[in-house]
């Protein structure tokens, strides 16, 4: 997997941050990891293998793909 980096609004180069996955157009998202059982248990179907991380809208609504 080869990942492009599109972009962050973080000044010290740690996360947040989006790379898109070459091969696939897929979308990888960089973030604090979210860790609050109670905002876990709000989430809908997150499977054992998955993670959510928490991202500024700004990091969105300046990168994310429009396509």
Do not use: W
Not at 25 to 45: K, N, T, Y
Request: negative net charge; hydrophobic residues 35%; proline residues 4%.
């Amino acid at each position: 997997m080869t990942l492009r980096f599109i972009g962050t609004t973080s000044e010290h180069g740690n996360c947040p941050t989006l790379y898109e996955v070459v091969e696939t157009g897929d979308i990888v998202v960089q973030g604090d990891q979210l860790i609050d059982q109670e905002h876990l248990a709000q989430l809908r179907d997150l499977g054992a293998h998955e993670n959510a991380v928490v991202v500024p809208r700004e990091l969105l609504s300046r990168f994310a793909p429009k396509e």
